[in-house]
């Protein structure tokens, strides 16, 4: 490191905070389990960065689960509507039927370039 320690500027600098990136002296850094510290505030704030992000990864979880049960609901619920209409078109009303059948020919019949 070509840096120099900020406490003591005529000492080179050996090791650098984990939360701030200071350059410190071997006086001046103190060793945490998380990795090495210039102070209890810089630990305090990398502790609760560290909660901080994992309870922003447990909320995206969470909503991830969320939106997928909410997209099969969505899948089953058109799946099933379109079984209904499969399984009972015979047995809807004949105007009902035969008003969307006049309109399905006509759709068919625009994309043949054949109107009736």
């Known amino acids: 490191m070509s840096s120099h320690c900020l406490n003591h500027p005529g000492i080179a600098a050996t090791k650098r905070c984990v939360s701030c990136l200071k350059p410190l002296c071997n006086n001046c850094h103190q060793l945490y389990a998380e990795g090495i510290f210039c102070s209890d505030q810089c630990h305090e ?54 008003n969307v059948e006049n309109l399905w020919d006509q759709i068919v019949a625009a994309f043949k370039g054949t109107v009736k």
């Open 45 to 98: 704030l990398a502790l609760k960065a560290a909660e901080n992000a994992a309870v922003l990864a447990a909320d995206e979880k969470a909503l991830r689960e969320r939106r997928q049960k909410m997209l099969a609901y969505k899948m089953i619920a058109w799946v099933a509507m379109i079984a209904f209409l499969f399984v009972g078109w015979d047995y809807f009303p004949a105007t009902l039927t035969e």
